[in-house]
């Protein structure tokens, strides 16, 4: 069958149909993934697409899917701290290549004050983007409460403040985490193990600080002495780590609930003439590979794999979007433990 296109002109769905022989509707079918086609209408049209060098009409599609092709990805943090923190920078990054790799566009956002939040809400209902993945760790935060009235499907990073009825989430053992990295210092033989915590206004700082108390049996009388909030900043945990060299100058060991923190921690130690880990053993959280292999000395680091939290999370949406059946739930991901000359 021949095609009557003109020559220069953009390829159509019925030049598609017509060179693979079959009528626009199987055509449709076809690129829009449907079940309801034979493996050889597949095959007729797929080649006919490669051979015309076909590009679907997004606009065209939208008004019949009312699909947009794209997500939004919304960090509820100030702008300061995700340009200045290289772990945002690897989850934006994640985040851009896992829905590339799935043709999807990302519209990212930046939403920390109540202006923010209301252009947020009102970006989201106005039917601008398929679904959005959402990291609003913070408690009193309203974006999860915004989303909850919005029909959209959203996956959220780690768990919201609130009730999670009803939420799709990816979260790491942050708990286990902390407690993994703790009971690794007491292999060690240490004994006097401090902490030095994220910001306790976010379920994965308080996590981890639960892991380092199950691991050492502290009551809130030796949290209080031995941890110290940070503030998930370098300047933080330097900050921090120097008031716990204050408080219990005999510490042997430390678990730093961030890497950015670790880094920080580290400088203390240096300017208060301890030795790592002679004096003073020192493990991170995250492994973030842009700190842990590099501080002096390299940090030994509980290990979160943020492109697999950030995959599974595209994965979830995704489904969602395909309207496929798919139980909300918490799901977690496991940490380890990766050992470098620090502890």
Do not use: C
């Not at 939004?72 to 702008?79: D, G, T």
């Not at 639960?210 to 300047?235: Q, V």
Request: proline letters at 7%; hydrophobic letters at 45%.
């Amino acid at each position: 069958m021949s095609v009557q296109s003109h020559p220069g002109a953009r390829p159509t769905l019925e030049d598609v149909a017509a060179r693979a022989g079959v009528s626009r509707a199987t055509a449709s079918r076809v690129l829009n993934d449907s079940p309801r086609v034979s493996p050889e209408a597949q095959e007729a049209v797929t080649a006919a697409v490669t051979a015309l060098g076909y590009q679907p009409n997004r606009a065209a599609r939208a008004l019949v899917t009312r699909r947009t092709g794209a997500v939004a990805v919304l960090f509820s943090e100030p702008e300061p701290k995700i340009f200045d923190d290289p772990h945002f920078a690897w989850l934006i990054r994640a985040a851009a290549r896992a829905l590339a790799d799935a043709d999807v566009q990302m519209v990212l956002m930046l939403v920390h004050s109540p202006r923010d939040q209301a252009r947020a809400e009102r970006f989201l209902a106005g039917g601008h983007v398929d679904g959005a993945l959402m990291f609003a760790p913070h408690k009193g935060d309203r974006l999860p409460a915004i989303a909850r009235k919005l029909p959209l499907p959203v996956v959220y990073a780690g768990r919201p403040w609130g009730p999670l009825r009803g939420l799709h989430l990816v979260d790491h053992d942050n708990q286990g985490g902390g407690a993994l990295a703790t009971e690794h210092l007491i292999s060690l033989g240490r004994k006097r193990i401090g902490t030095v915590t994220g910001p306790l206004d976010e379920l994965s700082a308080i996590d981890r600080l639960a892991g380092w108390r199950a691991a050492t049996g502290a009551d809130d009388e030796t949290t209080a002495l031995l941890a110290e909030e940070g503030g998930f900043s370098r300047e933080g945990g330097k900050r921090a780590m120097a008031a716990l060299l204050e408080r219990a100058p005999d510490l042997d060991a430390v678990f730093v609930a961030s890497d950015l923190m670790a880094a920080g921690a580290l400088d203390a130690l240096r300017e208060a003439g301890k030795r790592v880990p002679d004096d003073v053993a020192v493990v991170g959280f995250d492994d973030h590979p842009m700190i842990a292999p590099h501080t002096v000395p390299p940090l030994t680091s509980v290990r979160q794999d943020t492109g697999d939290q950030v995959r599974h999370m595209v994965e979830h949406l995704l489904r969602l979007l395909r309207d496929e059946p798919v139980r909300a739930r918490r799901e977690v991901l496991p940490t380890v433990l990766v050992r470098r000359e620090s502890a």
